[in-house]
């Protein structure tokens, strides 16, 4: 599904309403220790109504991040007329509870105008408020009566905290159902100290190809360049559930709070956002991380991200890129895979492993763990890997990428040859395998567009670019080859 609202958006908060809403206990402030931080941390609660019942429910969870300069209160933007308004008359119309965090850093928070929050600055990496993130969860979910399946869990945020809605959410994809983020903040620093990347969501929208995203963007806000850019590239990601919307409104702020918190409604009421993916892809900036059952751990001091291609029962694509989203791929780097428990207990596998930067391709053997996991190593250096043994099932060839950086780019007005290659990542041979090429584009013409492969072994990379190849009729650029 893929939405895009316009719409206008009028702001009138009403004394009688305002004191209603006051009128009962709209929202308790708590706190909690943080074995993270190592001290008390602060959290606004906001529970409906029916919470207080005598009748046991359990309610799903959205979690929101504040932007810069302002705190858990939300009332820096708004002197506290707008957000907590809305926030409390959705919640006490729908069963929901709303968490409002903190990302007070107190070294951070000083100065005019100087409340960095989230410890996501260059020089920043301190405080992981991802780790902090999980420790929040746990406690709120052992605290009060909340669903705790991924589809009942939902961030949202703005500015700086629209930022970290988006990042967390692709951080931890398999605890975050849907996201959404009101005038995100374009890009910072995340990743372990001494060795943090900078983090923009619409480079790494893999990682939400499995969950609902909504975008919001108010007209006259002053980054609103950054939010086109954003939308353009999550509304080219057709495997993101992806919804936009735009107000007509001339502030950094919250727009449509309540649209947006029913789009979560509408997406806790979805059933597909608990399954397990058969196939993912992932991007991450930390050295070790766990993501759909899977653990990795990657050694050398240097920075890079690793990039986790159609991970699935029959295999992966494993890469480093030092920045994204082309930067060089870090060879240096080392990789502890264990994979999900997919596999038969106590039985061997063979890995057929296709190493990008050289060319070639080795077999070896692992033995799977009592579990179910296999366990192996890499380089950073991009590997293709192919998983042949029992349950594992008949894998198809794999489209290996075009170039290092996987923009290729084209230019007009010539007969040029592409780069295809084709990789057999099966314990067996493939044959007649068929490949055609095609455009919607009605500048490219194709010249050659299809090419039948006799048979490709095991293990093997067949060569396409003397059979296909296009001419651009009109301008040139960077094109993407799936």
């Known amino acids: 599904m893929r939405k895009s609202i316009y719409g206008l958006f009028g702001v009138l908060i009403l004394s009688s309403l305002a004191s209603q809403l006051l009128a009962r206990q709209p929202f308790y402030d708590r706190s909690h220790y943080s074995e993270v931080f190592r001290e008390e941390r602060k959290y606004r609660l906001f529970l409906p109504p029916a919470y207080e019942d005598q009748v046991v429910r359990h309610y799903p969870v959205i979690y929101y991040f504040h ?89 949202s945020g703005l500015s700086m905290g629209g930022f970290m809605s988006l990042y967390l959410s692709a951080r931890f994809p398999h605890l975050v159902g849907s996201a959404s983020s009101f005038n995100p903040g374009p890009m910072f620093y995340v990743g372990d100290p001494g060795r943090t990347v900078l983090w923009w969501p619409p480079h790494h929208t893999d990682n939400h190809t499995h969950s609902r995203i909504r975008l919001i963007r108010a007209s006259g806000d002053y980054i609103s360049q950054y939010h086109e850019e954003a939308r353009e590239i999550y509304a080219r990601a057709l495997e993101v559930d992806f919804e936009y919307r735009q107000d007509e409104f001339n502030r950094h702020a919250a727009t449509s709070i309540e649209e947006t918190f029913a789009f979560h409604m509408e997406s806790f009421a979805d059933p597909t956002l608990n399954n397990i993916p058969v196939e993912w892809s992932h991007h991450n900036p930390f050295a070790e991380f766990d993501v759909w059952g899977y653990r990795f751990r990657a050694t050398g001091e240097e920075k890079a ?114 780069p295809l290659r084709v990789f057999n990542p099966r314990g067996k041979a493939m044959d007649n395998v068929r490949v055609q090429i095609s455009s919607e584009y009605p500048t490219v013409e194709i010249i050659s567009g299809s090419y039948e492969i006799t048979k490709l072994g095991s293990g093997e990379v067949f060569d396409l670019s003397p059979y296909l190849s296009l001419r651009l009729t009109a301008g040139g650029g960077y094109y993407d080859f799936a």
Do not use: C
Not at 70 to 90: K, M, N, S, W
Not at 363 to 376: E, H
């Open 67 to 155: 932007g810069h300069s302002d705190r858990y209160t939300l009332e820096h933007y708004d002197d506290g007329q707008i957000t907590v308004p809305a926030v409390v008359d959705f919640v006490s119309k729908n069963d929901v509870i709303v968490v409002a965090v903190d990302g007070y850093v107190a070294e951070h928070y000083t100065g005019f105008y100087g409340g960095n929050p989230w410890d996501i600055r260059e020089e920043g990496g301190h405080y992981d408020f991802g780790r902090y993130f999980l420790e929040l969860i746990e406690h709120i979910d052992s605290t009060y009566r909340t669903l705790t399946d991924r589809r009942h869990r939902a961030t």
């Open 305 to 418: 991200l690793l990039y986790l291609e159609n991970v699935s029962q029959g295999g992966l694509r494993i890469r480093t890129r030092q920045w994204a989203p082309d930067g060089p791929p870090l060879a240096t780097r080392k990789i502890e895979v264990t994979t999900a428990a997919l596999y038969r207990p106590n039985e061997e596998y063979r890995l057929i492993d296709y190493d990008l930067s050289r060319d070639e391709t080795r077999s070896r053997m692992v033995i799977s763990d009592s579990s179910g996991r296999l366990s192996f190593e890499v380089d950073g250096s991009g590997h293709q890997i192919g998983i042949v043994g029992r349950g594992t099932g008949g894998q198809p060839p794999v489209l290996l990428p075009v170039t290092d950086k996987d923009h290729l780019y084209l230019p007009p007005n010539e007969t040029l040859s592409l």
